[in-house]
């Protein structure tokens, strides 16, 4: 697999989603919970999509329950929560593994052994810039808030590039 857009995913309806669809498209990849500190970052994410969704970017969320159980939940409930509780429109996954012998192959190439940015998922709401060619061009620990400065202008120099 050479681009991010190799991949195929289940969606949190269960149905598969080829990321090829999203070609010439920037991403930002994003392991979620629903109850963890972090979880008001869908805020923030929600927030990015509506500033830049119609510039060619999209959010995707990947609900993932590796870090103290904080994504207990069936999708159908993920599903519900992120709608009405953060009005997420972006797209989401279903649940899977980001870590471990059970890693989901996308995020083995966002994160094995020879990934652009190697090293296990530290947490939830670690995120992943994906260019236009889906190239990985930028990952962001969980610290960096979807509002932060840094995490804009990488968003605005990868549409810009």
Request: proline letters at 6%; hydrophobic letters at 35%; aromatic letters at 10%.
């Amino acid at each position: 697999m050479s681009s991010v857009h190799d991949f195929t995913v289940k969606d949190i309806d269960g149905n598969e989603m080829a990321l090829s669809q999203y070609q010439g498209t920037v991403l930002l990849l994003v392991n979620v919970a629903s109850k963890c500190g972090l979880t008001p970052q869908y805020e923030g994410l929600q927030s990015l999509q509506g500033r830049y969704g119609d510039k060619g970017f999209t959010v995707i969320g990947f609900p993932c329950n590796q870090f103290a159980d904080q994504e207990p939940g069936t999708e159908a409930e993920i599903k519900t929560f992120c709608s009405t509780q953060y009005r997420v429109t972006f797209p989401m996954a279903a649940k899977l593994e980001v870590n471990g012998p059970a890693r989901h192959p996308l995020y083995e190439y966002l994160a094995g052994e020879t990934a652009a940015f190697p090293g296990d998922i530290t947490w939830n709401f670690e995120k992943f810039l994906v260019g236009k060619l889906g190239e990985v061009v930028h990952r962001f620990s969980p610290k960096v808030t979807p509002d932060s400065e840094e995490l804009a202008s990488s968003i605005d120099a990868v549409l810009d590039g």
